[in-house]
Structures are given as structure tokens and as C-alpha cells.
């Protein structure tokens, strides 16, 4: 192998490492034991026609490993239903719903991840974690978000992580170290694009307060504001359980 094929190899390498890295420090700075926050959605679709809804959002664990409930708070003919998702550090995430109208729960089936969930833009797999070791990364250039530089990465999945993604491009501040965009592909086609705004410094953790998720074949969004945010607040495991979610 010549030295120039040796030379392009050694910054290849590098590159990618550098993305790793960066990733990984994005994910560190982000790290807490727990979250708590309550959140305001409002569902716009193709024809500008307006649904608000509320859940509470309750997390517990690391990045990768950490358990989650979402519960829908208002309005009256969601009220109760909730999602419980359990991170996995090399696969994906099992995640069951309940629904009180129906008094019962369900699976979430790997082939429905790609489904939204209960009326809004997020699809069931938009809602687990991302853990820094379930994706390969490559560094794409740099490129300016809302005035602020910014890396711009691919990320794709490893095969023990299923995903609906073949890639995905992340915008992240250099200093900051946040995402700004996150627009998630399939091929060539974008299925989602993801805006994050209204940073604010909570507990020492730079944190959107704003969020915006575009689900571009139905031409709709979902524009999700946070409230009463606190990290590392006290919740015990069994609020992370089926007989807990059917309990509320």
C-alpha cells in the first residue's frame, strides 16, 4: 500500500473518531440519573388544523440503560394513556402502552417503531434514547444553524440496533455541544426533521426547551415546549413497571 493510500486512511480514520468523539462528549454533557418535566404539545397538520395536548415525562438511568414513562395528561379523551420504554445499551428499546379506555396494554411490535405516536409527529422509535455506542458515525463538514457553527455528522445505526433509519445527519454547536437539526433519512427520502430551540442552562446542563419535529410525507409538525424541568430528582424503580402504568 503506498503512502498516500496509507496517509488517506490514517485521516479517515481519524475523521470518524473525531465524530465518536464529539458525540460522545454530547451525550456526557448531557448526563444525569433522572428527569422530570412536563410538556405542553401542540399537533399541527397539512391543512394548518390545531391539537393541543399535555403529558408528563418521568426518566430514570443513564443514557442507554435508563427507563422512561410518558403520560398524557389533558386533553380528557387521552388523559391516562402512557408509554413505558426500557433502554438497552445493544438493542433496541421494548416499549409498551396503556390504554385506560380499553383497560389493557400492548407490546409495541418492532414493525410498528415507525408508527407516530398517539396523534403527533414523533414515531415510537423518535422517542427512545440515543446511546453514543449503537451508531457509527462520519463526520460531514461544518455548517451554520440558526447563527451558530456547527458540526455536521451521519450517524448509522449498528445491526444490533433495528432501526426505521438507514442515516441520519446531526447538527451539533461547537459550543455548546447540542443538537440544533436532526433530519432522519430513509435512502435518499427524509422522513423527519427535528428542531431544537430556547436553550436554556438547567442544573449546569444546556437544555431545548423548544422543540420542533416535522413529519415530511404527511406535511405536519408537532411543536413541543417544556415546563418545570428538573434533572436528578428523587424516583424510585417500581414508577418504571406495567403494574405501575396500568395503576395511574
Not at 51 to 64: F, I, P, V
Not at 215 to 226: E, G, Y
Request: glycine content about 4%; overall charge positive.
Amino acid at each position: 500500500m503506498s503512502r498516500l493510500a496509507v496517509l488517506m486512511l490514517a485521516v479517515g480514520a481519524c475523521a470518524a473518531q473525531d465524530a465518536r468523539q464529539i458525540m460522545a462528549d454530547v451525550q456526557n454533557r448531557q448526563k444525569s440519573n433522572s428527569q422530570r418535566y412536563q410538556g405542553w404539545l401542540k399537533v399541527i397538520d397539512s391543512k394548518s388544523k390545531i391539537s393541543e395536548k399535555r403529558w408528563s415525562y418521568d426518566r430514570l438511568g443513564s443514557a442507554g440503560e435508563s427507563k422512561v414513562v410518558l403520560r398524557f395528561t389533558a386533553p380528557a379523551e387521552v388523559k391516562g394513556v402512557a408509554l413505558l420504554i426500557v433502554n438497552h445499551p445493544d438493542r433496541a428499546s421494548d416499549q409498551w402502552m396503556w390504554t385506560p379506555s380499553l383497560q389493557r396494554d400492548r407490546r409495541i411490535a418492532f414493525q410498528d417503531r415507525s408508527t407516530r405516536f398517539f396523534g403527533t409527529d414523533f414515531s415510537f422509535e423518535d422517542l427512545e434514547e440515543r446511546d453514543v455506542n449503537q451508531y457509527d458515525y462520519k463526520m460531514l463538514g461544518e455548517e451554520t444553524v440558526a447563527g451558530a457553527p456547527c458540526w455536521k455528522i451521519e450517524s448509522r445505526a449498528k445491526k444490533t440496533k433495528s432501526s426505521q433509519y438507514t442515516h441520519v445527519h446531526l447538527w451539533v454547536d461547537k459550543a455548546r455541544y447540542v443538537f440544533l437539526r436532526i433530519e432522519s433519512f430513509k435512502g435518499d427520502t427524509m422522513i423527519r426533521r427535528i428542531h431544537y430551540s430556547d436553550y436554556q442552562k438547567i442544573q449546569n446542563i444546556w437544555t431545548p426547551l423548544s422543540l420542533e419535529v416535522e413529519d415530511i410525507a404527511r406535511k405536519s409538525k408537532t411543536v413541543l415546549k417544556t415546563e418545570k424541568l428538573e434533572y436528578n430528582v428523587a424516583l424510585k424503580e417500581e414508577m418504571f413497571t406495567l403494574q405501575a402504568l396500568r395503576r395511574e
